[in-house]
Nanobody, 115 residues
Framework: QVQLVESGGGLVQPGGSLRLSCAASGFTFSRFVVSWYRRAPGKERDLVAT???????NYADSVKGRFTISRDNVKNTVYLQMNSLKPEDTAVYYC?????????WGQGTQVTVSS
């Protein structure tokens, strides 16, 4: 059974940090491109960051220099370290694993940046 389970969301003040985790099971994690997406209230789901199977990373312009995606292919887990958080980072964050044939999503975790 394929599962992507996110954790680590919550309420944080502007300028604070959070670390999201996404634990994968039921498929060969190391062969998949993994990404974090987010959906802010009333908006479309947007790509935040991507890590390929070889570890190359890419980021949305809005989070460059503040967020870091990393993956552990032994623990089958992908992380998103979020620093210098802003109110506009408030969203539901989703983990995604993608290959040529399969596309999997987690259930999402809420991140709220507010004073």
């Amino acid at each position: 059974q394929v599962q992507l389970v996110e954790s680590g969301g919550g309420l944080v003040q502007p300028g604070g940090s959070l670390r999201l985790s996404c634990a994968a099971s039921g498929f060969t994690f190391s062969r998949f491109v993994v990404s974090w997406y987010r959906r802010a209230p009333g908006k479309e789901r947007d790509l935040v960051a991507t890590a390929t199977s070889t570890g190359s990373t890419n980021y949305a312009d809005s989070v460059k220099g503040r967020f870091t995606i990393s993956r552990d292919n032994v623990k089958n887990t992908v992380y998103l370290q979020m620093n210098s958080l802003k109110p506009e980072d408030t969203a539901v964050y989703y983990c995604n694993a993608n290959s040529a044939y399969y596309n999997y999503w987690g259930q999402g975790t809420q991140v709220t940046v507010s004073s």
